[in-house]
């Protein structure tokens, strides 16, 4: 390898309903900016996981653990989607997705949300939305803390602990402080402290504390999640970084995609800052098994993912190549509603055809 060029090792899960579609399209414009943005500079080695429902009705597997070691050699991971219903709910979701979150110590799960001019908000003025949700992703409800008793009968009690350390807040924390250093320097945690007297209260120290000691020049404040649900449709340009825990920044993000004009353009990544295991990008939309096959779903959440990926690996070009063809198509179908009629297909090739 001459040092000009540099090969990116990745590996890609298509995953369920849409997923092999949408992803389809993001790796075509991954080669389009690659070979055109970076002139080729930079190379990919791409290596595809069957994993998901049908690999399951087929096997039983669900994510055996050679390929989850296998796994943690790549350089990033591409993911379209998981989860179908003749697959028992929970069973994929927690065997890949949350087993991959967990297993690779994605602590932060970034979500960005920004409003591309001229497209479809049920908001009356979405203009200038943009903002980032910094959610927690290794710790809360989330862990699978819990059980059930005296299951099926009358008397059935069922836990989920949630599950909050002083360590996994604090470093999701500092990353959303960082994250605000390099926007408008506003930090606005949402919790629940009035009533989740421990945990919330444990959020809202930590990001006192890193205030004082590490940021003072971000600007913090804070909403309950109620509130923050509110705020998201009445006033969202208000927020700049939402910092939040793992189930709340999960119903937060579907609102946020919904304010920015639909879940299809939302975009994902699952991080491991320290590169201590691979991160993974993906759209924050599931499996959409309705519409599964009939090749008419958005890639775009995707290829905005694909950007996110590109920026995690320190292609800020190339990132900023796919950000700007995507801007640069809203804009068009903004003027030209048949656009909305366009194949998963022809949006991939008209978003490579507007990356120069
Ligand atoms: C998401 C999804 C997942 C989550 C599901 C599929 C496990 O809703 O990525 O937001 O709850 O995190
Ligand atoms: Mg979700």
Not at 15 to 40: M, P
Not at 66 to 76: N, P, S, W
């Amino acid at each position: 390898m001459s040092s000009q060029s540099q090969k990116l090792n990745l590996a890609i899960i298509p995953g369920d309903g849409i997923g092999e579609e949408i992803v389809e399209q993001g790796v075509r414009v991954l080669d389009h900016v690659l070979g055109h943005a970076l002139s080729g500079a930079v190379t990919t080695d791409k290596t595809y996981f069957n994993l998901g429902a049908k690999r399951y009705h087929e096997t039983g597997d669900v994510l055996p653990d050679d390929e989850f070691e296998q796994l943690k050699t790549f350089d990033a991971i591409l993911l379209g989607a998981v989860g179908d219903p003749s697959v028992e709910s929970g069973i994929l979701e927690r065997g890949i997705l949350l087993k991959l979150r967990f297993g690779f110590d994605h602590y932060v799960n970034l979500r960005p949300s920004k409003y591309y001019p001229g497209v479809k908000s049920p908001l009356k003025n979405p203009d200038g939305i943009d903002f980032v949700v910094v959610r927690e992703g290794t710790e809360g409800l989330y862990c699978g803390n819990g059980g059930s008793f005296r299951y099926g009968t009358p008397h059935e009690i069922a836990n989920e602990v949630s599950i909050n350390t002083a360590f996994g807040i604090e470093r999701v924390m500092r990353f959303a402080f960082q994250q605000a250093m390099k926007r408008r320097k506003k930090l606005t945690l949402v919790h629940k402290h009035n009533v989740l007297v421990h945990a919330g209260h444990l959020y809202r120290r930590t990001m006192e504390r890193l205030n004082r000691e590490e940021f003072p020049e971000v600007t913090c404040d804070y909403a309950h999640v109620d509130a923050a649900t509110i705020y998201l449709v009445q006033d969202p340009q208000r927020y700049d970084v939402i910092v939040t825990d793992n189930l709340f920044g999960d119903i937060l993000t579907d609102e946020a995609g919904a304010v920015t004009g639909g879940i299809g353009l939302s975009a994902s990544g699952n991080i491991n800052p320290e590169g201590a295991f691979p991160s993974i990008f993906e759209p924050v939309h599931g499996s959409a098994p309705d519409i599964a096959g009939k090749g008419i779903a958005d890639p775009t959440a995707t290829i905005l993912s694909v950007a996110m990926m590109l920026e995690h690996l320190e292609l800020p070009d190339a990132a900023q190549a796919i950000y700007d063809a995507v801007e640069r198509d809203m804009a068009a179908r903004a003027k030209d509603p048949g656009l909305a009629k366009r194949s998963t297909e022809q949006i991939g090739q008209a978003i490579c055809d507007l990356i120069a």
